[in-house]
Each structure stands twice: as C-alpha cells, then as structure tokens.
C-alpha cells in the first residue's frame, strides 16, 4: 500500500459537500489540520488504532512545512477572495496548496510507523468497529484530545461513513 491510496481515498471524501463544509468549520474554529483529520480515519478503516505518541511523531516532522508553507498559502489565497483582480492568481494559489498538502500526506505516511504494518489483511469490513476507531483516532489529535468539540467529531465520522 502506498500513500496514494491515502490520497485517492481523501479526495473522495472531501468532494461529499457535507464532509467538506464540516472539515472547513473544524479547521476554522479549533484550527484543525484537515488533512490529518483525513488520514486518522483513513487509517481506521485499515484498522490501525492512532495513538497520540504516532500523532505526536508525525507532528514532529510535518509541523514546519504547515507552519511555513501550507497555512501561509491558505492565509495569502483566504484574504485575496474578496479581490476581483486577483482571481487568477488566487487559483495558481489554490494549485500551489493542493501541491503543498499533497507533499504532506507523503511526510504524513513517511513519518507515521504504523503505516508500514498495513497490508490487504489488515482490512476488516466492520462498521461498527471502523466508526469507533475513527473516533478513537480522532481523538489522539490536538483539537480533539481535550475533550473539546466532540458533536463535531462524531458528525464529521458519520460523514464520512455515509460516503463510504
């Protein structure tokens, strides 16, 4: 398994509007990491429980490239929306982040051990199971950890399972 399938499988999930406008609010409120969110419940449906010593690993070595290139770009294409003018450029913005949070998912899968455990019997076809992982993962980041925004990240699990 590849850090592609991780992509692919991202994507899918944030085209579902519901999905999107729940991730968008979480990472306008608490801050969070969209893609990270994505890729814990990504790995519960490969049955990997995330504990924080992962996450806090993984942080460890994507927390430059967010700080220094992601949320930049993200700030820089945010306030040129309201400008007419700068439209075309705002969209090569727009590329240059998608690029950006495409690398991180390949630091993200590089840099987290259990990735490397998964294998096509891994998979268990087990929703009820899958869902709690998802909220377990969740729960090992940062913006869930604290107890914090917890009917946000059941809503954003039950999204995701229904896209599935």
């Known amino acids: 398994m590849t850090v592609d399938s991780f992509w692919d ?5 944030y085209r579902c509007e519901a999905t999107q406008q729940c991730l968008l609010a979480l990472q306008e409120e608490a801050d969070l990491v969209i893609l990270e969110a994505l890729f814990a419940c990504w790995l519960a449906t490969q049955r990997v429980h995330w504990q924080s010593g ?3 690993a993984m942080r ?12 930049p770009l993200r700030s820089t294409r945010e306030r040129w ?22 690398y991180l998912a390949e630091l993200m899968w590089a840099n987290t051990d259990t990735v490397g455990d998964i ?3 891994t998979v268990q076809r087990n929703e009820l199971a899958t869902v709690e992982l998802m909220n377990a993962n969740l729960s090992a980041l940062p913006v869930f950890n604290k107890g914090e925004f917890v009917s946000e990240r059941q809503q954003l699990v039950a999204l995701l399972i229904q896209s599935t």
């Open 9 to 13: 499988w991202s994507l899918g999930k």
């Open 54 to 56: 992962d996450v806090a």
């Open 60 to 71: 460890e070595a994507t927390g430059v490239w967010i700080e220094e290139v992601i949320l």
């Open 81 to 102: 929306k309201p400008d007419a003018e700068k439209q075309s450029q705002r969209q090569q913005i727009l590329r240059l982040e998608v690029d950006a949070e495409r």
């Open 119 to 121: 294998g096509p019997d």
